[in-house]
């Protein structure tokens, strides 16, 4: 599903960080990457998905079901994200207006990948919060993220990822802003 081959990675400022990393992720497999604070693991699942503004020299391949995402117009690559390779990240700030509701995210995220009804959007928001282990999902979909928590936001973040129901999921430290309790549920939610 995702082939990764010989990818070296500078910052704009000409510092490499990654230096020929191959990794090769097929279908129901779970790969992690694991390494010391500052040694690239973001930068990794940056390369990836070409998040503008973050890269500066990227070299290598990067197939998805054997595309090369390098080579994908940006346009094609926006709609990839998200429905074909979803992204957790690992400060949920990076992916939630502050001041818009939980429930317009949902919509705006949905609406962007699948022709759907705000009300069916809402039901499938509501059942993946409760899943996220929201005790009342219908309120929080009428919160705003600076009303909740970071590990709160979290979730949602998460949630967000998982409505777009993506063939791959990166995710960058998911659980680190959990307690043990919400880190163990959603490790469960993501194997499921």
């Given at each position: ?53 973050r ?31 979803g ?30 009804k ?11 919060l ?22 709160m ?40």
């Amino acid at each position: 599903m995702l082939d990764i081959h010989r990818l070296s990675v500078s910052y704009p400022n000409g510092d490499a960080v990654l230096h020929d990393v191959s990794i090769h992720m097929h279908e129901k497999e779970i790969v992690c990457v694991i390494g010391e604070s500052g040694c690239g693991k973001t930068t990794l699942l940056n390369a990836v998905l070409r998040m503008p503004g973050r890269l500066g020299k990227v070299e290598g391949e990067i197939l998805y079901h054997g595309q090369n995402l390098r080579d994908m117009p940006p346009g094609d690559l926006r709609r990839l994200r998200g429905a074909g390779i979803g992204m957790v990240f690992q400060e949920p700030g990076a992916s939630l207006d502050p001041i818009r509701k939980i429930g317009d995210l949902f919509c705006e995220t949905m609406r962007a990948h699948r022709k759907i009804k705000k009300s069916e959007i809402l039901t499938e928001a509501e059942i993946l919060l409760a899943r996220m282990g929201f005790p009342d999902p219908a309120r929080i979909l009428k919160s705003c993220p600076a009303q909740l928590s970071g590990g709160m936001n979290q979730r949602v973040a998460i949630a967000l990822v998982m409505a777009l129901r993506p063939d791959v999921l990166l995710a960058d430290e998911p659980t680190s802003a959990l307690d043990a309790t919400s880190q163990v549920q959603l490790v469960d939610e993501l194997l499921k």
